[in-house]
């Protein structure tokens, strides 16, 4: 087995519950444990705030597998932090709830927001777009559930706030690779798996014909693919030099 993909593996193992909670946990007062307060990146919320992450890990319980629902059964909730997300998802809420079980062991729940539908958000005033997404995180779950040969177990969606989320483990055993740090066989092994992993996914799609009926005529897709990606990578940098030009100017 390739070393680099050995070191994932293995790093990826000790990338659980535990391993945040030795980073971002704290004992209070009265010796519970609890998150780190370390703004902007995680702060504490506000009681009524408090009170409807709350409300909504009630009504994602209702969601969840069964048997998932019998787990959280034996655990209660020690506390909740606003957490940062990443780039991708700049813009939305995000929480961190961090559960204790009877036995004392931990687990941390990500509850991370979905936004409507982007035709919605181009064709609707920004408030419309939320009240008529309220479903987001279903659908958001469902089409995981669908494209994911194995979805992660306590993914379920709720709403609260009037807002739609999707709750799931933060951090299970997840791995990434650092793709600058590949040679160009193994990048081009990467490019293979990633496109092989995507085509089975959309062959559990419902539009899995429409898509295999579009790209039998297509001859020249690859090259399409290829400058598209060329020409975002001058967007990105586009818009970056803009964001910087304005934080520049205050």
Known sequence: M?????????????????????????????????????????????????????AGYKFYRQN?????????????????????????SFGTRCYLILLTGIDGSHLVLQVKETLPLRYNL????V????????Q??????T??????????PFLASTRFGGRS????????????????KLDFDSFQLYCQVCALLLAMAHTESPTSPMIRGYLKHQKVLD???ADWSLRYVDQVTADYTAFKKAVEKG
């Open 64 to 88: 969840a597998r069964e048997d998932v629902r019998v787990l959280l059964a034996n655990f209660h909730i020690s506390d909740i932090i606003r957490y940062s997300v990443g780039v991708g």
């Open 122 to 125: 181009l064709n609707l005033q």
């Open 2 to 54: 390739n070393y680099h993909l050995q070191k994932i593996m293995k790093k990826s193992q000790h990338s659980n519950s535990e391993e945040i909670i030795q980073k971002m946990g704290t004992a209070d007062e009265r010796g519970n444990l609890v998150f780190k307060d370390n703004p902007p990146h995680a702060k504490h919320l506000g009681p009524i705030l408090y009170q409807q992450v709350v």
């Open 143 to 152: 089409a995981q559930r669908v494209l994911q040969s194995s979805s992660d």
């Open 223 to 225: 090259k399409g693919l």
């Open 127 to 134: 408030q419309q777009a939320i009240q008529n997404g309220i």
């Open 136 to 141: 987001a995180g279903r659908r958001i779950v």
């Open 165 to 180: 989320y999707y709750v799931r483990q933060f951090r299970d055993m997840k791995g990434s690779i650092k793709v600058n």
